[in-house]
């Protein structure tokens, strides 16, 4: 098998995956679940991260740190607010 | 794939892990928390895993990155209110999508030749998908900011715009990997696609009303877990292309769930121009007919000697920032032995969950929050319904097949014993239509704005004897 056809497998799998977690979140908890998957999302940071590192000249270096800066804004503030929000919610 | 070094697979692969026990743990609100957490483990996994195996010439440029993001999203994600979190929410997906973009864009710049393989197919679709996520979640957020007005931006001929441009887009990412042979350097029609998608981006949103919002932005949350996906196919990442296929799974199942909560589909939110002036349907009758008035003493007594109660709580309510003074009638009302849930629509808010927010960070107890499903057969047993800031989604018009929201899924207020609305006048919701919910026999109007008229309630509640 390819690389392509690993990586198309896997994307498939894991979207079911995901169909199968999500549907079954409580509406109660839609808003943290969009701010934790946003946060999640941030997971672009590892490509920032691989392109920053390897670089070569301004433009690149450029525009791998400020997809490092992007991504951590997602992934810092994604799971801060969600932890916020899931915070309040208190059972009385 | 790194085979050199297994480790740093088993790594992605535990990370992948976590992400998903994490968002499985979301399925209950007294786990979610201990889940969110979870997730940002698997998020430092990932990165420390990265960190170790990625050839890094210079640290500098990287950590000034990392604190410069750190900092913004962590003042951004202390100070926002809860009522902006569709803001906070829109920018950050506006975030996401472009670090994506982003590394699919300095791949290309490090290689311009890279022709039309598969690395240079996704280099592409991670770009396109990045860029219009960016450019579009910006425009949301300056629609539920107020930056921009929140009403539908259309012109004649839009749609067929917006399609010779999608495929301006296709033509140049094509011709940017080299088919066709064009006389231009591949960089410079990179740079002319770049900056057509993310014209897209806004073009895509600006049709779209205020009130259609939570929809776009589960659509363009969707987007980002999409890009992140490409980026992870263009540098051949797994973790990468497992979280961002979790995130477009999470957005688009919220994305069908709101269309289902209006009863449209997603290309008539999308291509449709909803909301605004509604053509067609008379609007000279709204607020002629005669309604029953109360005053707070009046509704007090209708709220504070009956067995049960349903709050229904709108979009109006958090605007007028009265989510705690109504929590205190709710208190009182329970002190006073009165059965009180709350009921609400999955659109009342601006996004998927919001007005569940709102009435916890007011400290309402989450086992009284109920969705529709839940608790529409129960109003045939409420003696009175109490309904804050709403309009379209008890407009008992939804059953009549003549009526624009036909279909649409309604909280059934009308079936209660008493129905108490509390608004500021007669005008329309979103829809632009009128409701008969106000005319019925057994409906009262309470007019006011819903702070004020609140703090009035809780002090006529506490009065009663």
């Known amino acids: 098998m390819g690389e392509l ?9 894991a979207t079911l995956t995901g169909r199968e977690v999500i549907t079954k979140v409580p509406p109660t908890l839609h808003t943290p679940l969009m701010s934790g998957a946003n946060a999640i999302s941030g997971i672009a940071i590892v490509g920032a991260i691989v392109v920053a590192g390897r670089a070569e000249g301004a433009l690149q270096t450029g525009l791998g740190i400020a997809a490092i800066a992007m991504a951590m804004i997602n992934v810092v503030g994604g799971f801060m607010v969600t932890d916020r929000m899931l915070g309040m919610f208190r059972k009385r | 794939m790194n085979i050199d070094h297994p480790l740093i697979e088993v790594a992605y692969l535990l990370s992948a892990i976590l992400f998903v026990v994490g968002l499985k743990r979301l399925q209950s609100p007294a786990t979610a928390r201990g889940g969110n957490a979870l ?15 990625a050839e890094i010439l210079t640290w500098n440029g990287i950590l000034t990155g990392v604190a410069l993001g750190s900092l913004i999203g962590a003042i951004a994600a202390r100070r926002v209110e809860m009522t902006e979190m569709p803001q906070l929410v829109g920018i950050f997906n506006g975030f996401g999508g472009g670090a994506s973009a982003l590394v699919a864009i300095a791949e290309f710049v490090g290689n311009p030749a890279i022709g039309a393989g598969s690395t240079g197919v ?4 991670g770009t396109l998908i990045g860029a219009v996520t960016f450019t579009g979640s910006f425009v949301a957020f300056a629609k539920l900011q107020g930056l921009m007005t929140g009403n539908p931006i259309t012109f004649p001929g839009q749609n067929p715009f917006n399609a010779v441009v999608f495929l301006a887009v296709l033509a140049l990412a094509t011709t940017a990997l080299g088919v066709g042979g064009l006389a231009v350097p591949t960089l410079t029609l990179f740079w002319i696609f770049l900056g057509v998608a993310l014209l897209l981006g806004i073009l895509t949103v600006i049709p779209i009303g205020g009130a259609d919002m939570p929809v776009v932005i589960s659509l363009l949350n969707s987007y980002s877990g999409l890009a992140a996906s490409a980026a992870g196919f263009v540098i051949g990442n797994m973790v990468l292309i497992i979280s961002g296929a979790l995130v477009g799974a999470a957005g688009l199942i919220l994305t069908m769930l709101m269309c289902k909560g209006m009863n449209r589909s997603l290309a008539n939110v999308v291509f449709g121009g909803f909301g605004g002036e509604v053509a067609g349907v008379d609007r000279s009758q709204i607020g002629k007919r005669p309604v029953k008035r109360a005053d707070a003493e009046a509704v007090a007594a209708e709220l504070g000697y009956v067995n049960s109660v349903v709050v229904v709580p709108g979009y109006g309510l958090a605007v007028a920032q009265a989510q705690h003074e109504l929590r205190k009638v709710g208190d009182l009302l329970v002190d006073r032995g009165v059965d009180v849930k709350y009921a609400i629509h999955p659109v009342a808010g ?5 007005m569940n927010v709102l009435l916890a960070e007011a400290d309402v107890s989450y086992d009284k929050l109920f969705d529709l499903d839940e608790i529409n057969s129960d109003f045939d047993n409420t003696d009175a319904v109490l309904i804050v800031g709403a309009n379209d989604v008890v407009n008992p018009a939804a059953r009549d097949p003549e009526s624009i ?5 309604i909280l059934d207020v009308d079936h209660a014993r008493r129905v108490i609305v509390m608004k500021r006048s007669l005008s329309p919701g ?7 919910l106000f005319y019925l026999d057994n409906t009262l109007m309470f007019f006011g704005d819903a702070k004020e008229s609140m703090s009035d309630l809780v002090r006529e509640v506490r009065e009663l004897a």
């Not at chain 1, 056809?5 to 799998?13: A, N």
């Not at chain 2, 996704?122 to 679709?125: H, P």
């Not at chain 2, 601006?350 to 919001?354: D, T």
């Open chain 2, 350 to 354: 601006r996004m998927p969950g919001h």
């Open chain 1, 5 to 13: 056809m690993i990586g198309l497998s896997v994307f498939v799998l």
């Open chain 2, 39 to 53: 997730a940002s483990l698997a998020m430092l996994v990932a990165i420390v895993a990265t960190v170790v195996d």
């Open chain 2, 405 to 409: 929201i036909a279909g649409m899924p």
């Open chain 2, 430 to 436: 979103f829809a632009g239509i009128d409701n008969d």
């Open chain 2, 122 to 125: 996704t280099i592409m679709l």
